[in-house]
């Protein structure tokens, strides 16, 4: 991957805290210069946004009433632990 020019998808530049202009390469300078403690965060945050994106995919407009509220329910404690884990990366790779 070191040596590949292609551009990271969003999720990956976020969670690394890299521009959108990313490359594969950024990203393996960015991996390589964190700490395990780092790496931690990294992973746990990667795991929280990759479950947002699952998230909004499974928007259940046709859904029941009890659906539709279940669902809401579900995405606010989502954008919550979203806004804890960036802050959390913030702090942990600024």
Request: proline share 6%; charged share 20%.
């Amino acid at each position: 991957m070191k040596t590949r020019p292609d551009r990271l998808p969003p999720l990956y530049a976020d969670v690394f805290a890299l521009p959108h202009s990313a490359t594969c390469s950024d990203l393996v300078d960015r991996i390589l210069s964190l700490s395990q403690e780092q790496v931690a965060v990294v992973s746990y945050a990667f795991q929280i946004f990759r479950y947002y994106e699952q998230i909004l995919r499974a928007n259940p407009s046709d859904g029941s009433p009890q659906q539709k509220a279940a669902y809401e329910s579900q995405m606010e404690r989502v954008r919550l632990s979203v806004a804890r884990t960036k802050a959390a990366l913030a702090e942990s790779i600024g």
